[in-house]
């Protein structure tokens, strides 16, 4: 559906150059959520403005359903972003419309007549629960029903990407969780492609299918992101999963090891069993269960003994036991 191919794009300030993305590569498939994260600045808003080449690139390529971007011309791009919708952290609503008007509106522009436009708008604030909203201003919504009906303006162009500039930013987690809802609906009824920039490791686990860390321009890693949680390779891809503990201070004493426990993972007390196979006891720094991808996913972080044999005993019982086990040696520094 998308692909991206050595994609750099450098912006010039007076005299200062920002390499905002440098020989960036992804291929995004038909029907994936795919999300793009990493810290601010590091150039997310730039490479998904690069999509629809609201942003040119300053070098690569950027296909789109096998189109390179760059072969069309002005009308040409208008018409393809008619197929690429955005939605944003801030809504971007007509405040004089109401919301029947903000969802016609794209659609008047593109000459679709007003009765086709107005049945099209109810049909999709339908979708989005806000029917009984149409005659309401946006100034009288709530930032969730102002995000719906972004969402619902959007769908009525027919799109078959959705892009989403940290669409929950603005957003609490009850309101986040309800729109995440929303998007992977609307993802799995229409088949519609969507990419997600968000800070939040979280908004990546709830709803996407794979990730792309992005980290001061260049792509740090991307996977699935069951694989990507399970083991992180990248300095950034690890301090997103550990995003939030507050333990890795007690980690630089001595080895710390990583466990990924999933579904497949055995019900045994496994570190019961292996503090008495090994004779030594472990610290439990952090603990925790996610939902990633509907498949409930444990993480432990385990301080090992000092005396390197039997951490070394340690992590040989724990990968017989066929568990995910890493060594947070590049982390703990
Ligand atoms: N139009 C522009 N002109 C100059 N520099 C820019 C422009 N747009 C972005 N940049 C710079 O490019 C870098 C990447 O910015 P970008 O907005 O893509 O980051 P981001 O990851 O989306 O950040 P955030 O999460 O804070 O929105 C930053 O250093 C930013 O200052």
Do not use: W
């Given at each position: 559906m998308?692909?991206?191919a050595?994609?750099?794009?450098?912006f010039?300030?007076k005299?200062?150059?920002v390499?905002?993305?440098?020989?960036?590569?992804?291929d995004?498939?038909?029907?994936?959520?795919y999300?793009?994260?990493g810290?601010?600045?590091?150039?997310?808003?730039?490479?998904?403005?690069?999509?629809n080449?609201?942003?040119r690139?300053?070098e690569?390529?950027?296909y789109?359903?096998?189109?390179?971007?760059?072969t069309?011309?002005?009308?040409?791009?208008?018409q393809?972003?008619?197929?690429?919708a955005?939605i944003?952290?801030?809504f971007?609503?007509?405040?004089?419309?109401t919301?029947?008007?903000?969802?016609?509106f794209?659609?008047?522009?593109?000459?679709?007549?007003?009765?086709?436009?107005?049945e099209?708008?109810?049909?999709?604030?339908?979708v989005?629960?806000?029917?009984?909203?149409?005659?309401?201003y946006?100034?009288?919504?709530?930032?969730?029903?102002?995000q719906?009906?972004?969402?619902?303006?959007a769908?009525a162009m027919?799109?078959t990407i959705l892009?989403?500039?940290?669409?929950?930013?603005a957003?609490?987690?009850t309101?986040?969780k309800?729109?995440?809802?929303?998007?992977?609906d609307?993802n799995?009824?229409?088949?519609?492609?969507?990419?997600?920039?968000?800070?939040?490791?979280?908004v990546?686990?709830?709803?996407?299918?794979h990730?792309?860390?992005?980290?001061?321009?260049e792509?740090?890693?991307?996977?699935t992101?069951?694989?990507?949680?399970?083991?992180?390779?990248?300095?950034?891809?690890?301090?997103?999963?550990?995003?939030?503990d507050q333990?890795?201070a007690?980690?630089?004493?001595?080895?710390?090891?990583?466990?990924?426990?999933?579904k497949?993972?055995?019900?045994?007390?496994?570190?019961a069993?292996?503090v008495?196979?090994?004779?030594?006891?472990?610290?439990?720094?952090?603990?925790?269960?996610?939902?990633?991808?509907?498949?409930?996913?444990?993480q432990?972080?385990?301080?090992?003994?000092?005396?390197?044999?039997?951490?070394d005993?340690?992590?040989?019982?724990?990968?017989?036991?066929?568990?995910?086990?890493?060594?947070?040696k590049?982390?703990?520094?």
């Amino acid at each position: 559906m998308i692909r991206i191919a050595g994609v750099s794009k450098t912006f010039s300030v007076k005299d200062n150059k920002v390499e905002a993305l440098k020989n960036v590569s992804l291929d995004i498939a038909k029907g994936d959520i795919y999300g793009i994260i990493g810290m601010s600045g590091a150039g997310k808003s730039t490479l998904v403005r690069c999509l629809n080449f609201l942003e040119r690139p300053t070098e690569g390529t950027v296909y789109v359903e096998g189109q390179d971007l760059s072969t069309l011309d002005a009308k040409q791009l208008r018409q393809l972003r008619k197929h690429v919708a955005m939605i944003f952290q801030n809504f971007n609503l007509l405040m004089q419309r109401t919301v029947l008007d903000n969802v016609c509106f794209p659609m008047e522009i593109a000459g679709v007549d007003k009765k086709t436009a107005r049945e099209k708008a109810r049909e999709f604030l339908k979708v989005v629960e806000l029917s009984d909203k149409e005659k309401a201003y946006p100034a009288q919504l709530s930032g969730g029903q102002k995000q719906r009906v972004a969402i619902a303006r959007a769908l009525a162009m027919n799109p078959t990407i959705l892009l989403c500039d940290e669409a929950t930013s603005a957003l609490d987690p009850t309101t986040t969780k309800s729109i995440l809802a929303l998007l992977k609906d609307i993802n799995e009824k229409y088949g519609i492609t969507i990419v997600i920039i968000t800070h939040s490791m979280e908004v990546v686990q709830e709803i996407c299918t794979h990730v792309a860390i992005i980290d001061a321009g260049e792509l740090a890693e991307n996977g699935t992101v069951a694989d990507v949680f399970a083991s992180p390779k990248s300095r950034a891809a690890k301090k997103l999963v550990f995003q939030g503990d507050q333990k890795v201070a007690i980690m630089k004493s001595r080895r710390c090891i990583r466990i990924v426990f999933t579904k497949n993972s055995s019900f045994e007390p496994v570190i019961a069993n292996m503090v008495l196979e090994c004779r030594a006891s472990v610290n439990i720094l952090m603990a925790d269960t996610q939902d990633i991808g509907g498949i409930a996913t444990g993480q432990m972080i385990l301080q090992l003994p000092e005396e390197n044999q039997t951490a070394d005993k340690m992590i040989a019982y724990l990968r017989e036991k066929n568990l995910t086990v890493e060594e947070l040696k590049d982390y703990v520094e």
